[in-house]
């Protein structure tokens, strides 16, 4: 959302993962809240950090380059885990899944059926902003700002009208995230850091600004990762992490612009 209103990386998008999970456990652990109303609220809240990020510290930056932004997003995302850990500690929390938490059992594999439920909500969140982006005036808009953001003030959008959505939309996306992925892995004040730079990874595998390229990098990303640890000798498994970063180095000498991106020609 951010990149194709923007152009530049929020690298503090995997902080409102981390929120989004970690205030559902809260409402739903201390408050004792249902998942109905736990799960509308949780994003609600992540939301409103998002929200608050791009007002006080995204606006004022004005016509800030591009660099100075993204550094922002680093400080940002460093701000909310400090804040985490004061409010919810050290410990790392889980959620039940959706559908219980009883194994799958398909072709001899155990899969939980949350697995089901992250793949069909990531599928169909994606569906949805192929359609937001190609057929609604607002998603042209925004692609429009990225594209070039004094042709979309002639024409009479708001640059930074889009910007600010773009925060508010990417943070209620993240929060779903964390929601979802919290029964199937512990979540903590610090989880947000690598999702952030593996959901990067993956989508620089893919192809920055292209949804499909998305979910086909975080699918490779996933599968490659769980081969390496499978296929490495005893000892190595704990090197899983590195094979994120691997796999982005060898995609930019290769294909810069990804799996499923374009190369795009700028004009001077």
């Known amino acids: ?102 194994p799958i059992k398909i072709l001899g594999a155990s899969i939980l059926p949350q697995s089901f439920w992250v793949i069909g909500i990531g599928v169909l969140l994606m569906g949805a902003l192929h359609l937001f982006y190609r057929r609604t005036t607002f998603g042209k808009a925004m692609l429009a700002c990225s594209a070039d953001p004094e042709a979309a003030m002639l024409v009479g959008i708001n640059p930074r009208r ?32 690598m999702i952030g730079l593996k959901g990067f990874c993956a989508a620089v595998l893919g192809g920055l600004g292209s949804f499909l390229g998305a979910i086909v990098g975080g699918l490779t990303l996933g599968v490659i990762e769980k081969l390496a640890v499978g296929l490495a000798p005893m000892g190595y498994s704990g090197y899983e992490n590195a094979i994120a970063f691997i796999a982005l180095l060898i995609i930019l000498f290769l294909r810069p612009s990804g799996l499923l991106g374009r190369g795009g020609i700028e004009k001077a």
């Open 1 to 102: 959302m951010i990149y194709n209103a923007t152009g530049i990386i929020n690298f503090a998008q995997g902080e409102f993962v981390m929120l989004g999970g970690m205030t559902m456990v809260s409402l739903m652990g201390a408050l004792k809240l249902p998942m109905w109303i736990s799960f509308p609220l949780s994003i609600a809240c992540a939301t409103a950090v998002g929200a608050l990020l791009e007002r006080g510290a995204i606006h004022p930056l004005k016509n800030a380059p591009p660099i100075t932004i993204i550094i922002v997003t680093i400080g940002a995302s460093i701000l909310i885990r400090g804040v985490a850990i004061l409010i919810w500690g050290e410990d790392a929390h889980r959620l039940p899944g959706l559908t219980g938490d009883r």
């Open 162 to 193: 889009m910007v600010f959505w773009s925060f508010v939309i990417s943070s209620a996306l993240g929060a779903i995230a964390g929601i979802i992925i919290t029964p199937l892995i512990f979540t903590h004040y610090n989880i947000g850091v």
